[in-house]
């Protein structure tokens, strides 16, 4: 079975940074993408960040120039770090990880709540 399992969420006044992280568990044939959405209350799940297996990303323009998304291979982990933190990047956080053969899996999600 593959497990997806992030950390790093948590309360952060706005203007502050945090670090999401998520490694994948399992055997895992063929990944292509590994990413981040976001659900706030409310509203629908939306993407947030993406990474190749090439390394190649891309961005909501909602986070861009503040995101960055990279992922380590090896580790079969990926990361979110984000800076300039504002209270409409609150939300729950789930990383995800997209086969070759369209198969999506995703994590349990990890909250974060942005405010003063």
């Known amino acids: 079975q593959v497990h997806l399992v992030e950390s790093g969420g948590g309360l952060v006044r706005p203007g502050g940074s945090l670090r999401l992280s998520c490694p994948v568990s399992?055997?895992?044939?063929?990944?292509?993408?590994m990413g981040w959405y976001r659900q706030a209350p409310g509203k629908e799940r939306e993407f947030v960040a993406v990474i190749s297996s090439l390394g190649s990303t891309h961005y909501a323009d909602s986070v861009k120039g503040r995101f960055t998304i990279n992922r380590d291979n090896a580790k079969n982990t990926v990361g979110l770090q984000m800076n300039s933190l504002k209270p409409e990047d609150t939300a729950v956080y789930y990383c995800n990880l997209h086969t070759v053969g369209s198969i999506d899996y995703w994590g349990q999600g990890t909250q974060v709540t942005v405010s003063s």
């Open positions: 399992g055997t895992i044939f063929s990944i292509n993408g």
